[in-house]
């Protein structure tokens, strides 16, 4: 056991509050897992010896800050400081058939997603299951269309550990846009997780954006249950830092569940980004479509381990799922592993990924045409992820997030 989760679980005796009974099981897993190591097949590539020795404050005397401007977007906003909800909920305007409420108090909400959605066997969302006394609660009552989205804001402050965790409950025949957005490029730990329990024939459109950088030691989760013909859409888009790693759980509960999810990392020079996501399809007549996009620049390291498991019973599943990289320099890494585990016989799934560096002939024939190589070079390679921005259906986050991603990448261009 490392240093700093010997501290965690010293720390996770000291919490009570409602929850208690929840957290002493988390606890008591916590304390018979292991230290990830390379020998450690989820954590082979990602390395958390950043981590092991880790010793940062708390606390934060932080006590305010403000969401970042999206023009056409108008949101309800919902602030976290490290980990601690600065926002007003009590003078929130809320459309009607939404609730939103503080993790603080004991709710139905919470009670019935707190722990039920995300698998227990992911060592860091044990840690936010014990340790995460501050987060949300939003409730979407049944039949409720809520276009208005409702966005969660996380910045993570220089020198300081935090922990938060949003829980979403979408009632039947409901719909409802939730935007998760995190940010940090001091020297911090994270994290961030998210349960969502999407009822019968509701709709979920939501976004993940991980846009740490720098310093930043970013772990988090967004965690679905599908009950029947409920929906969801989700995409992620996420930067390395000096240590990102996601995980995307998507369970198919009920017949007839559709999911779609479009996931973009761009990792600059020397960055990590590790995403894994698994689809569990546990009832017939489901639909996953799964694309995911990266660009890895110099001596950055990217992760992505895609999982889609057909249980024996969900015949009529239909599931898809495709990974592809490009590589902006030889010293540029990508550890890909789409993984298709198959029990029902009646089936149509397929799976890839690709490897790639940029294609000379399409650059040759840009700059036969008198355009500037350094622009040719965007052009080329932010093209490749910007069909899924496309795809976004909110188009006020696609439209706001379109150049701040260019200009990313054309940094990540100029260091090479």
Sequence with gaps: MSQWLAQVIERAGNVDDWLA????????????????GRRTE??????????????LATTSEATTAEAPQVEGLNSIDLVFVDGRLVSDIANLTLPEGVTIASLDAKSD????????VKPQHHLFGLVNDVLAQHGVVIDIAPNANVEQPIRIVNFASDGVESHQRSLVRVGESAKAVIIEHGAGNGHSLNTAFAEYDIADKAALEHYRLALHEGEAIHVGGSHFRLHNESKLNSTLVGYGSQLTRLDV???????????KFNNIYLLAPKEHFDLHSTI????????????????IGDKAKAVFNGRIHIHRHAQKTLAELNNRNLLLTRGAQINTKP????YADDVQCAHGATVAEIDEEALYYMLTRGIDKQQALVMLNFGFVQELLFQMPNRA???WLQPILKQRFERMMEQQ
């Design 109 to 116: 909400a919470a009670e019935s997603v707190f722990g039920q």
């Design 339 to 342: 993984e298709l585990e198959i």
């Design 280 to 295: 569990e399809h546990a009832q017939p007549n489901g639909t996953t479509e799964e694309n995911a996009r990266g660009i």
């Design 397 to 399: 986050l696609a439209n």
């Design 249 to 259: 759980d998507i369970e198919h509960a009920g017949e007839h569940a559709f999911a």
């Design 21 to 36: 009974s929840a957290r002493s099981k988390a606890l008591a897993e916590l304390k018979e897992k292991e230290w990830p």
């Design 42 to 55: 989820a954590w082979r590539y990602t390395s958390l010896h950043k981590v092991a020795d880790l010793n």
